[in-house]
């Protein structure tokens, strides 16, 4: 356990100076930090840069993935360089009572790496983006990734190997935000999420230590599904990796029609094949404009098979007997390859994110309710193409028990994700009316889905998010929220809150 206690509210000692000084005396450096402050408003200096409002770089290094918060800024910007910067930044922000927040790859739908609460940003932002080495240790099939690594570095790292963590579709999102929230991929079913091969971690806690965490610590459970910026700011994670060989990646795109029918079939492919196939299945408009009609709505299915091509093609033909398609790509490559396929861009612009968990599967009414709210979209200037989508996320992920790690949602086949996004030429009033649009799409799709929802993607206008997020290990979760951080400086408006 971490104790807390005996770190006092005293000022600290911030010059890089007096740290070598008190190294030199032999103390530890972050020793040296218990000091008192030499002068008021003064910052830890830092291996890597403290940047503040313009100096050169500040716009870009605040800059959050989702635009709608992209003019909100934190007061300065700590780039750590070392797990030392890392901890003399927490003990900063505390001892000095300063509100802060974590990014790594800056993708939080929610902005939670930019604005704790509202439209406000923190005084420090602590970002480890560029502590973002990876080591593979081939012979133990261990890969060693710091926190602020992404998916693209640890894919180029990997590459060289038939071996592999199961990660994410965006090459920009931050290994850190992926795997302490879960980390679902298009390996998920056959490997398990991301959090599942974690074998340990190092983190920066409140009381400024640095410790590894893993096997039975608590804190480890709390980390695997928990979301990132609750317990401490993470250096660095060891995975298990699992060997990969050539697989069958597919994107399918049906003529408009027969929408439910072919979700409805699509489903039951992926559940009777659970561990071998991965879809991320949808329905979308083909053009933009308000109020789509049914018959300019196509069904889309992109994925990988973990077999041969002509095995998928046998599981597929009563989807392809159903309606014709417009498009049918279907290839039979190696796993890097698929990786490479599979990607996804980064939305633009703007956007709001909602999503919930399905257990079996969205029933033919939920489908049909889905499609009606598609045909309601009130417009804007941006095709909608993620208005409705089914990530397959049992096989594999249902092997652990819900209380086994954090990541509850044990008992689920699918995240059914819905979207708004707009550009800076929307006025407010097209935002207001897509997102009033959302709110109602959402709330009437639930009698068709679980009360819960993937931490991973957010939402600041979730009802009941606490238990939407961690269900049944609430509590546990709250009860080492409290034994960690019982000050609670690691706040944001969807943060555990101690017990
Ligand atoms: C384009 C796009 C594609 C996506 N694709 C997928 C996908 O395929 N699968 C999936 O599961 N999710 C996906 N997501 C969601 C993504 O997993 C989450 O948004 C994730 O939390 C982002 O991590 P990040 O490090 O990039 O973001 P950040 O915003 O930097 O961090 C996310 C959260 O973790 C905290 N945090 C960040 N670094 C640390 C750290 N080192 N220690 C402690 N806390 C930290 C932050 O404070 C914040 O609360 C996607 C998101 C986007 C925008």
New binding site residues.
């Given amino acids: 356990m971490a104790d807390s206690s005996h770190i006092s509210r005293r000022r600290f000692l911030q010059t890089s100076a007096a740290v070598t000084a008190t190294a030199a005396a032999g103390l530890s450096p972050l020793a040296a930090l218990a000091k008192p402050v030499a002068r008021h408003n003064s910052h830890p200096v830092l291996d890597g840069r403290w940047i503040e409002p313009g100096q050169e770089g500040f716009a870009m290094a605040a800059w ?2 989702n635009a709608r918060w992209g003019s909100v800024h934190p007061r300065a910007i700590a780039m750590c360089a070392t797990e030392l910067d890392v901890q003399k930044c927490v003990l900063w922000a505390r001892n000095e009572r300063k509100t802060f ?9 929610a902005a ?2 930019t604005a704790p609460f509202g439209f406000t940003g923190p005084d420090l932002l602590i970002d ?1 983006k560029a502590m973002n080495a990876v080591t593979v240790d081939r012979e133990r099939r261990r890969v060693f990734v710091q ?1 602020g690594a ?1 998916n693209q570095d640890v894919a180029s790292a990997l590459r060289a190997f038939p071996l592999a963590v199961p990660s ?3 090459p920009t ?2 290994t ?3 795997v ?6 298009f390996s998920a079913t056959h490997s398990g999420l991301t959090c599942d091969s974690l074998l340990e971690t190092n983190i920066v806690l409140a009381n400024g230590k640095l410790e590894t965490i893993s096997g039975n610590d608590e804190l480890f459970w709390a980390v695997r599904g928990g ?3 609750n317990f ?4 660095s994670f060891t995975f298990q990796l699992s060997e990969v060989h050539d697989v069958t990646t597919f994107n399918i795109v049906w003529k408009p029609g027969k929408q439910v029918e072919l979700l409805s079939k699509l489903q039951a492919i992926q559940n009777a094949n659970a561990t071998m196939i991965s879809t991320r299945s949808k329905a979308r408009p083909s053009f933009a404009g308000a109020r789509p009609s049914r018959n300019q709505i196509v069904v889309e299915t992109l994925g990988v098979y973990w077999g041969k091509q002509n095995e998928l093609l046998e599981i597929l033909a009563p989807l392809f007997a159903m309606h014709d398609t417009q498009v049918k790509d279907i290839y039979e490559v190696d796993y890097w390859r698929a990786r490479d396929y599979l990607l ?1 861009d ?2 633009v612009g703007m956007y709001q994110i909602k999503n919930s968990y399905v257990g079996e599967a969205l029933s033919d009414d939920g489908l049909e309710n889905m499609l009606h709210w598609m045909t309601q979209w009130p417009g804007g200037s941006l095709r909608q193409d993620n208005m409705g989508i089914l990530f397959a996320i049992g096989g594999k992920v249902r092997n652990k028990k819900p209380e086994e790690t954090a990541y509850v949602h044990r008992n689920s086949n699918y995240i059914y994700e819905m979207e708004a996004s707009w550009a800076p030429i929307d006025k407010q009033l097209v935002v207001d009316r897509q997102r009033d649009w959302l709110a109602r799409y959402f709330a009437d799709m639930q009698k068709y889905v679980q009360p819960e929802s993937y931490v ?2 957010p939402d600041r206008d979730l009802p009941n998010w606490q238990h939407a997020y961690y269900g049944r290990n609430l509590p546990k979760l709250s009860r080492i929220k409290t034994q960690y951080d019982r000050e609670n400086i690691f706040k ?1 408006a969807q943060s555990i809150p101690p017990a």
């Avoid at 974590?102 to 939080?108: A, C, D, K, V």
């Fill in positions: 959050p993935n927040l974590i990014r790594s790859g800056g993708h939080n739908y939670f790496s480890v926190g992404n994410g579709r965006c999102v931050g850190s935000g992926l302490l929230g879960g980390g679902w991929g979301g990132g910026g401490g700011v993470h250096t996804t980064d939305p991973n993607f944001f």
